[in-house]
C-alpha cells in the first residue's frame, strides 16, 4: 500500500471540492445572503488541506497502475473524506447544530440518498440549499465513473462485466479510454439535468426550485428545497416530469448512450431494463388499486401519487407528494421490498439492483432445475451473455452481505432506543440510498431526532450501499491489511 | 411418475394417521368429555381413505427404489394429506367454526410450528388438546427422518452431507440401514420426551399439562394447552425446564446419539451446535440488559424471561411466558432475526437452521478474501469437512429462496387487507414455523382474526418451511411435469 500516493490522490479529490464550493459562494454573492463567510472558511480549510496532502507526497511515476488494493481503499477513503469535508458548508451555517448533523447531511447528499436532518428546510440560506442540491449532483457524476469503470476494474459488484456494449470495454488499467466514456456519460447526464430545468421552468417552477430539483433528481438523490418536498407544488405536471426523470434517472446509462447512438430499441433489448420499468408499472397498478377508495376517491388522484411514490422509492430517489405510511398494509410492503430492489446497475440509483435481483432469481429457479435434472450443465445468462461462476459468486455474497448487513445494522441502531419498525426502515432507506424509511423517519419526518450515534451508523449504511459494500466491509477484514 | 405408486404410499400414511387417532379417542374414554363421536368419524374417514387409496393401487415389485421425482411428490402431498385428515377431529369439534380453521390449526401443528386460532384454548375438550399437541409430538418423528434421511437422499438442501457422523452415512436408497438409524433416534426423541414430563411432574405440574406440553417442546412445537402459554404457571421452575428441554430439541439429534455414545465432548465439537448455543447465551444476555429496568426490575426476572423468550424463538418452538412485542425495540429486533436464524440442522427447528448461516458467513468472506488474494482457491469447511460446491449453490439458493418467498408471501397476505407489520411477523413465523409473530399476531394474540386465504397462504409458508422450501416449490416448476 502506497500512502504517500493514495493521500495525493484523496488530496487532488479535497482541490476539486474546494473549487466546487466556489459554485454556491457565487449563489451567495447573488442572493446576498449570510452564508459567504462559512462557505469561504469550508473552501480554505478543504484546499490547504488537499495542497498539504498532494504536496506532502510523492508523485510516483507510475502512478497510473493503481493496484486492486490501493484502488478501494482510494474508493472508501476518499469518499470519506469527501463526506467529511463536504460537511464544512453545513457545519458553520446556524442551521447545523453539530458536527454529526452537518456530517450526516453531507454524506447523505454525496452518496445520493436524500436523508435529511434539516427541521426547517425553507429557512436556510438559498446557497445552502444550493450546496445541499449540487453534492448529490456530484455524487451522482461520482457514481456513473464508479459503477461503469472503477468497481468492475477493482473487481467489486461483478454486474458491469456481462454488460453488452458499455461504451468502453471493462479497462485492464485506468486507461484514457475510461476518460473518454466517462466524458461521455457525463454529457448524458448534464444534458438530461439540463433538460429537466427547462421542463421544470416551463411549467412555471422558480428557477432556483427548478435547478434545486433537477440537480437531486437525476442523481436520484430527493433533497428538495421545500419541507414538504415535491407536494409543495401539488402540480400534476411538475409529478409526471419529475417521475420521467426519476425513471431515466434509474436506467442505465450506457443504455442512453446507446439511444443517443440511434439504437432506438436499446431499452427494450435489455433485459435489465425491461425488468426494471416492468416492475414499476406492476407495482405502481397495484398500489394504484390499493389506494383508490381507501386514500383516493379520483382514479387519476390514485394513479398519480402511486407511480410519484413507486418511482421514487424503486429508483431510491426518495421525494415525496404523499405520506406511504398512511397508505393501507400491501402499499407499505410494496414499498418496502422496493427498497431492496433498487434501480439498475450503471444507473445513478441504489439499492440491490434490478441485475442483481434477475440473476438471484435464476440462481434459484438453476437450484430446482438442478434437482429435476441433476446431470444438466445450465449457464445463466442475462442479454444472451453467459455470466462467469465468479461472478455469480461475487453477486450472491454481495446479496447476502447486504441481508447481513442490515440485519446487523438495525439491531446496532435499535440497541441506541430507536423502535423496531424505524430501526428496519432508516436502515432499509439509508443502505439502499433511498431518503425516507419507515416508522418516525417516514417520508412525512426526517431524521434529526436520531442519537448522534444513530446518524454516524446511518452515514457508514449510506456509504455501504453506495460503494457496493464490498469496498468498505473489506477495510474491515484484518486480512487486507497483511503485507 | 408412477401415480399409483404413491397414492399408495399416501394411503399407508393416512392408515398409519388413523391409528394414531385412537391415542386422542383413548383419551376422550378416559375424561369422559363430548368429543369421542368427532373422533370416531375421524377414524373411519381417514382410515377408509386410507384403505381405498391402498387398495385402489398396484404393489410394485421394485417398490423400495424410489425415485427422487416421486420421493419429492410423496414428501410435499403426504405431508398435506396429512394436514388434511389430521384436521378431522378439529373439525368435527365445536371450538371450530370452519375447514379452513381446523386445517389452519393441523398444519400449524403438523410441522411444528404453533401458531394457533382458538381463542379460548381452556374451554376445549382434553381429547382435543391432546390431539393438538399429540400431532406436534408426530410432527417431530416425521422431521427427524426427513431431515437425516429422506432429504439428503432428495438431494434437497444440501446441509446434512457435510455432517461428519450422522448414525448412518447418506443412504443411495431408502435402506433398512434407515429405518435402523431413526429408531435410534425415535428412542432418543421418545426418551428425551419422557424425561421432560418426569421433571414437570416433579415440579408439580399436572400430569395432563405435564404430557402436553413435553409433547410440544421436543419437536419444537408450541401448543399450550393454557390460554396465556407457560405463562399460565408463572414459575420459574417449569420455566427453566422447559428453556433446556427446547435447547435440547434445537440441537442436532445426532449429537445427542453421540453424547449417549460416550462422547461427551460431542455437543462442543460441533461447529453448529456451538454457534447455536453462544448466539443464544449472547441475545439472551443483551435482551437481559435491554429489559432489565424497563421492563422488570429485578436482574433475576430479566435474565428468566430473557432466555425463555430467545429460546422459544430461535429453537422455533413458540411458547411464551411475556409479551415480546412490550419489550423495547432492541430486543424486538434480535427476536425478529431470531426468528429467521432458526434451530440446528438435523434437529426438530425451523428456521434457516444455524449450519446454513454459517456456510453463509463463511461464503461472504471468501468472497472478501478472493478480492484480496483473486488467485487463492478457498474451500469453505464445516467441522473440517470441506463442503462441494453444489452443496454450496444449493444453500445459498435456499436462503435466497427462503428471503424471496417471505416477501412475496408477505405482499400476498397485505394483499388481504392485514397491516404491514403483522404480514411480515406473521409470514416469518410461519415460514419459520415458530408460532407467534409480530403486530396483531404476537404472543398475545392468536391468528383466528386473519382472512381465510390467508390462514391458507400461511398454512402453505409453514409446510414450505417445513419441507426446506425446495420440495414444496419445486411442485410449481412446470419442468417438473414434463415426461
Known amino acids: 500500500m502506497r500512502w504517500p500516493f493514495i493521500s495525493r490522490i484523496i488530496g487532488i479529490l479535497l482541490v476539486f471540492l ?98 435529511s436532518v434539516m427541521t426547517n428546510i425553507e429557512d436556510a440560506t438559498p446557497s445552502l440549499l444550493f450546496w445541499r442540491s449540487f453534492i448529490q449532483w456530484l455524487g451522482g457524476m461520482g457514481i456513473i465513473v464508479l459503477s461503469l469503470a472503477i468497481l468492475p476494474f477493482l473487481g467489486v459488484g461483478g454486474i458491469q462485466l456481462y454488460k453488452a456494449e458499455v461504451p468502453s470495454p471493462v479497462p485492464d488499467k485506468l486507461t484514457p479510454r475510461l476518460s473518454d466514456s466517462a466524458k461521455i456519460l457525463w454529457m448524458v447526464y448534464a444534458g438530461m439535468t439540463l433538460l429537466e430545468i427547462l421542463f421544470l421552468l416551463a411549467g412555471g417552477m422558480p428557477l432556483f426550485d427548478s435547478v434545486c430539483h433537477a440537480l437531486t433528481t437525476m442523481p436520484t438523490g430527493g433533497f428538495s428545497p421545500k419541507n414538504a418536498s415535491v407536494a409543495y407544488y401539488n402540480s400534476v405536471y411538475f409529478d409526471y416530469v419529475i417521475v420521467l426523470f426519476m425513471l431515466l434517472a434509474g436506467i442505465n446509462f450506457s443504455l442512453h448512450y446507446q439511444m443517443l447512438r440511434g439504437k432506438s430499441l436499446a431499452f427494450w433489448k435489455d433485459t435489465e431494463c425491461r425488468f426494471f420499468i416492468g416492475l414499476t408499472l406492476v407495482c405502481t397498478l397495484v398500489i394504484t388499486l390499493d389506494i383508490y377508495g381507501s386514500v383516493y376517491d379520483s382514479l387519476q388522484d390514485a394513479f398519480r401519487y402511486s407511480i410519484f411514490q413507486v418511482s421514487s422509492i424503486i429508483t431510491t430517489t426518495g421525494f415525496a407528494t404523499a405520506d406511504y405510511e398512511r397508505f393501507p398494509g400491501l402499499s407499505q410492503v410494496i414499498l418496502f421490498v422496493c427498497m431492496f430492489i433498487g434501480a439498475s446497475a450503471g444507473s445513478t440509483g441504489g439499492g440491490m439492483k434490478c441485475a442483481r435481483i434477475i440473476v438471484c432469481f435464476k440462481y434459484c429457479y438453476r437450484e ?22 465468479h461472478v455469480l459468486r461475487s453477486i450472491m455474497g454481495f446479496l447476502a452481505l447486504y441481508i447481513l448487513l442490515f440485519f446487523v445494522s438495525s439491531i446496532i441502531l435499535a440497541s441506541m432506543g430507536v423502535d423496531m419498525l424505524t430501526s428496519l426502515g432508516a436502515v432499509a432507506s439509508c443502505i439502499g440510498n433511498i431518503g425516507p424509511g419507515f416508522g418516525t423517519v417516514g417520508p412525512g419526518e426526517n431524521f434529526a431526532h436520531l442519537p448522534a450515534m444513530g446518524k454516524w451508523l446511518l452515514a457508514w449504511c449510506m456509504l455501504l450501499g453506495r460503494l457496493e459494500i464490498y469496498t468498505v466491509i473489506i477495510l474491515f477484514v484484518p486480512e487486507f491489511w497483511k503485507k
Chains 1, 2 share one sequence.
Not at 446576498?32 to 462557505?39: H, L, M, N, S, V
Not at 474508493?75 to 451555517?93: E, H, K, M, N, R
Open 368 to 389: 430446482l432445475f438442478k434437482l429435476i435434472h441433476p446431470r444438466s450443465i445450465n449457464h445463466i445468462k442475462i442479454n444472451n451473455t453467459v455470466i462467469p461462476d
Open 18 to 115: 474546494g473549487l466546487a464550493m466556489t459554485a454556491p459562494l457565487v449563489c451567495s454573492l447573488h442572493y446576498k445572503d449570510p452564508a459567504q463567510t462559512g462557505i469561504i472558511q469550508s473552501i480554505a480549510i478543504t484546499m490547504f488541506t488537499g495542497l498539504i496532502l498532494m504536496v506532502l507526497s510523492i508523485k510516483y511515476e507510475d502512478e497510473a497502475y493503481i493496484n486492486q488494493k490501493e484502488g478501494m481503499t482510494v474508493v472508501a477513503l476518499g469518499w470519506t473524506a469527501i463526506g467529511l469535508f463536504g460537511a464544512l458548508p453545513f457545519y458553520f451555517s446556524p442551521e447545523f447544530s453539530s458536527f454529526t448533523n452537518a456530517f450526516f447531511e453531507s454524506v447523505s447528499g454525496f452518496t445520493t440518498t436524500g436523508s
